[in-house]
């Protein structure tokens, strides 16, 4: 008898290992039989009753055994249960005795329960969650439902209670319920009491009811909580059992194509939430759970649906006292029969109707009371039947109080809402027109028609697939679901990574996904698709949902000449602006000019108001970037977040300086000396030593005062490590493509050389290639135009062409160069501090930002492109010293920066197959593609499709030193200096 951690995994603690698939089953399928070679867990653990316990009704409570279980008591066989994610409770009176007692408790991995608990995520085995013994009084309250009524116009609101009381058929005489209702003092608002009468067979049912005028309503914004106390007494008024409960006053109706929360049509900001830690796999903690609460709190969440089964029980607790909306779904999913050799539908299969209905019952009845639960949903992927309908049937009626939820339902048939998964954003838009005849969802084949859909809010219950570096367009699903009340929002699929923490045969730490346990078969690492890394840690996806949430929206009317005008749009559904301070701040190519506070008036839920801001736009700095910054923050405190913590920020690009009449041009150049040796041209003078190979078209060597600043390049990629919004699910028709056509094969071939003194301090170099596969058929025609001056100053053109066949859409057009790795102190001005790519970049602010290279890199868990910084004015990367390069891009530019390359990205599985290089790699992007959500739902939007089309843009390249001054003044001076070219007329397009 070994020891064994519960709640805990088997396979987590030495005993089997974890196994990950999504759909398909790990054993043959053949309902309801398992197979018979079916690892069991046999727990057994002492306890002691104490004499004081002696008269208790002793009750047993497992919270989650997965996936059936027997109980033993003593040797006396108990008996079972099953339904993974759903409490069971055994009676111990008679079988416990005072002192020693001996519990044991046989569990087995498979059970005809298994067929429906096919969820996406890791099979996992054993006792997770809480046992508890209860010690209960003989006569005891044994189920309490609440039903609060909230009145919204008048004070008309009450609160009803119905309790179960559980006597021993021996107790007698009459008992006496007293119901209390405390408010979030304590203070008594309410009082009830009635008669309790047992009958024969010891049970007894009273229902309560008060008054309680105009509550203070329960919403996931302001989440106010009474406590209801319970108190049982007997005949002489002693208290025999006291029960507290927290109560919310809320209303949740569907009107029409609304969903309204105590009369407001409100937004569902979700997130799907498995259960997962990286260590202990379902078996949270509590504090676990409390970051989780936190963590979606801070990131301006507003919903969880707890996909795809009932979660730990204090969870709601936490979701009602911190505020969450929870769609609470029933532990129920199974259609990987549907594509085993034989499907079998059980949703329709009769003698599985009970055990459907079950699962809905267990779930209903252990969560009626928490005001946090807004939706009941069926269920997950088991298509519809006449099961479902049973489901939703005895949940009506118990609970008329709240809608029901099922995306397998794709007609409404028995459900409140249309739902569905990664619809595409145009169809999404479409029902929210609620114009349409017939609509369909991503699944092509079902057809919805107006009358089915038009009297239903549309939910997608999964959207924005997390998976790795992504997902994108999460701004444009929020302007549509913005633009129609119909459209109440949604869940990204999903919050968290199901890495599980792994060591190397060499010490090194890393999160394992399918097959790294050598589970066969596998879904590899599409467990890792959330907006949080394993350990938690938000992904920048997360960061970007965040601000795409955001409640407070601020338009900036009219610079004035002492004032700027701006209106701030309250976005919360019912709280005002009270709890919120604003900072306001200007900047010169990020540099302060400007800041101050403004007191922002209450503004109530839905309405805007005017702002002024005491500052006149005199801009002083001839090419510098003036943007103005408002930041909302947390007045005081919150239960949440602490003061200070912001919630939302805007930012504004304010007018430019004209630009002066005469701009200063490069300082008198020294003269260049230049020799061709063979391939190889040198140019140099006493700052800088500059090697080109003109054979393979490229930089060889640049050294400035003696330091190499450039190992080699820039050469034209078009390739990037792939995401696996492109190399899972519908994503990989892209990449297959890419592949066809060998863009991560491309050769650059020099097809012309030619270059010129153009003056003492001036050269320039032309070098025309081609890039192209191996088998040449198509290519692009390029050409690179250096234009060298005396003072190490390098201007680059660019231009390229495709010809032949392409691929409609590029990875990316941009230049890499290798560079010592030494320098990988990074400056920025741009969009930072985290990544952005076309389709997200909402969270990433404008401004001037300093980083190692170590810090721009983003560890998905599975490598692969990341860590690009988008809209970037000038980026140096510099040693120690202070000696580098600066990349002024014209237009803006992407850049990364890796201590791998990206075959190194694309090489590995896991972050640990990832070594270092000493050299850095610098990605200077005219272009990246967008990200899309392709691993498991739409590709990149066209508007975020690079497509393949000729290019130009030009990159001022500068060698840094000591000397060199200030980063902000050289790049304004090279901007400037390049107001003439190609990026003029995007600047003005810039919003
Ligand atoms: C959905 C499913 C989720 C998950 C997701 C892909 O179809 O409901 O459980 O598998 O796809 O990550
Ligand atoms: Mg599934």
């Not at 008269?55 to 008996?79: C, P, Q, T």
């Not at 609160?159 to 009459?174: C, F, H, M, Q, R």
Request: proline share 7%; charged share 20%; net charge negative.
């Amino acid at each position: 008898w070994p020891h064994i951690p519960v709640p805990g995994h088997w396979q987590l603690n030495g005993w089997g290992h974890p196994h990950y698939t999504n759909v398909r089953y790990p054993f043959p399928i053949d309902p309801p039989r398992v197979p018979s070679d079916n690892p069991t867990g046999t727990y057994r653990r002492h306890f002691v009753v104490p004499q004081t316990w002696a008269d208790r009704r002793l009750v047993l409570r497992f919270d989650g055994v997965d996936s059936a279980f027997e109980v033993y008591l003593n040797g006396a066989y108990l008996g079972f249960s099953k339904g993974s994610r759903m409490p069971a409770e055994f009676d111990l009176t008679s079988a416990a005795r005072v002192g020693d007692n001996l519990l044991a408790v046989r569990v087995f991995q498979w059970s005809d329960g298994s067929y429906l608990e096919d969820q996406d995520m890791w099979w996992l085995s054993g006792i997770f969650r809480d046992v508890t013994l209860l010690a209960l009084p003989q006569t005891t309250l044994w189920d309490v439902k609440i039903t609060p009524t909230l009145d919204l116009q008048g004070d008309g609101s009450a609160l009803e209670v119905a309790v179960v009381v559980e006597g021993s058929t021996t107790a007698s005489g009459a008992y006496q319920l007293d119901l209390a209702l405390l408010d979030a003092g304590g203070a008594a608002v309410a009082y009830a009491a009635g008669p309790v009468r047992l009958g024969g067979d010891g049970h007894g049912r009273v229902e309560l009811a008060t008054a309680v005028g105009t509550p203070r309503r329960w919403s996931a914004e302001e989440p106010y909580l009474y406590t209801l106390l319970l108190t049982l007494r007997d005949a002489v008024g002693a208290t025999v059992c006291v029960v507290p409960q927290k109560v919310g006053f809320r209303r949740v109706e569907v009107q029409g194509p609304r969903l309204l929360v105590n009369g407001a049509a409100i937004k569902l900001r979700g997130v799907n939430r498995h259960e997962h830690d990286p260590e202990l796999g379902r078996a949270l903690t509590r504090e676990v759970m409390l970051t989780d609460v936190l963590l979606m709190k801070q990131h301006n969440i507003n919903t969880v649906r707890t996909s795809h089964y009932p979660p730990h029980p204090y969870f709601l607790d936490l979701c009602d006292e911190y505020g969450l909306y929870v769609v609470d779904e029933a532990d129920l999913e199974c259609h990987g029969l549907l594509y085993a050799e034989q499907p079998f539908f059980l949703s329709a299969a009769p003698d599985w109707c009970d055990a459907y209905v079950d699962r809905m019952q267990r779930m209903v009845e252990r969560d009626k009371n928490h005001p946090s639960v807004i939706m009941w949903s069926l269920g997950n992927e088991s298509g519809f039947g006449a099961n479902h309908a049973a489901m939703a049937d005895w949940c009506r009626r118990f609970d008329p109080s709240r809608p029901i939820h099922y995306e397998g339902d794709r007609h409404g048939e028995v459900s409140d809402v249309i739902s569905q998964m990664y619809t595409p954003l145009h169809l999404v838009a479409a029902f929210g027109d609620g114009t349409d005849d017939v609509l369909h969802g991503a699944n092509q084949q079902t057809r919805i028609r107006l009358e089915e859909y038009h009297d239903k809010p549309f939910f997608l219950c999964e959207y924005a697939h997390a998976m790795g570096n992504g997902p994108g367009s999460l701004n444009d699903y929020w302007q549509a679901f913005n633009a129609s009340d119909r459209l109440i929002g949604g869940c990204v699929w999903e919050w968290l990574d199901h890495g599980i923490r792994a060591t190397t045969p060499d010490g090194r730490s890393y999160f394992a996904y399918g097959g790294d346990f050598g589970d066969v078969p596998n879904d590899g690492n599409f467990i890792c698709d959330g907006l949080l890394f394993p350990d938690r840690t938000p992904s920048p996806g997360l960061l970007e949902y965040k601000k795409v949430l955001e409640q407070v929206a601020v338009e900036l009317l009219q610079l004035g000449p002492a004032s700027v005008a701006l209106r701030v749009h309250n976005r919360y559904d019912f709280t005002t602006l009270e709890h919120l301070a604003c900072e306001w701040a200007v900047t010169a190519d990020g540099a302060p000019c400007a800041a101050g506070t403004i007191a922002l008036p209450p503004t109530s839920a839905g309405t805007s108001t005017l702002v002024e801001l005491p500052y006149a736009h005199t801009p002083t700095l001839a090419g510098a970037d003036y943007v103005l910054t408002l930041r909302f923050t947390l007045a005081h405190a919150l239960p949440w977040a602490a003061a200070g913590h912001e919630v939302a920020f805007a930012q504004f690009v304010l007018p430019r300086l004209g630009r002066p009449d005469a701009v200063e041009s490069l300082s008198p150049a020294p003269r260049i000396e230049c020799h061709q040796e063979g391939a190889r041209l040198h140019l140099h003078n006493e700052a800088f030593q500059l090697s080109f190979n003109l054979a393979r078209g490229v930089i060889e060597a640049w050294h400035v005062k003696g330091q190499a600043i450039v190992a080699t390049g820039p050469r034209l990629t078009f390739w990037r490590a792939p995401i696996d919004n492109e190399a899972r699910g519908g994503g990989t028709q892209v990449l297959q493509e890419w592949h066809a056509h060998m863009l991560h094969l491309l050769q650059q071939r020099v097809a012309n050389v030619a270059w010129e003194r153009a003056g003492d301090g001036v050269v320039r170099v032309v070098i025309d290639i081609s890039v192209a596969p191996p088998s040449y058929e198509a290519a692009f025609d390029c050409r690179y135009s250096y234009t060298l001056h005396g003072s190490g100053d390098l201007l680059l053109e660019v231009e390229g062409k495709p010809r032949g066949t392409w691929p409609a859409v590029l990875p990316r057009i941009g230049l890499e160069l290798t560079l010592p790795g030494s320098m990988d102190q990074v400056t920025w001005l741009g969009r930072g501090p985290g990544e952005s790519y076309a389709d997200s970049y909402q969270a990433a602010r404008f401004g001037l930002w300093q980083a190692g290279v170590d810090e721009l890199f983003t560890p998905y868990v599975r490598p692969q492109e990341n860590g690009n910084r988008s809209a970037t004015q000038w980026v140096a990367l510099r040693d120690a010293q202070g000696c580098g390069l600066l990349a002024v891009g014209d237009p803006l530019l992407n850049f990364s920066a890796h201590r791998y390359t990206t075959a190194d990205l694309e090489r590995a599985e896991h972050g640990y197959e990832l070594v270092p290089r000493p050299t850095t790699t610098l990605h200077l992007d005219h272009r990246q593609n967008g990200l899309g959500s392709g691993s498991c739902g739409p590709g990149v939007l066209p508007q975020y499709q690079l497509l393949t089309a000729p290019f130009r843009f030009l990159v001022r390249l500068v060698p840094l030193s000591p000397e060199s001054g200030a980063l902000d003044e050289l790049g304004r001076r090279f901007r400037l200096l390049s107001d003439d070219g190609l990026g003029k007329r995007q600047r003005e397009e810039e919003p």
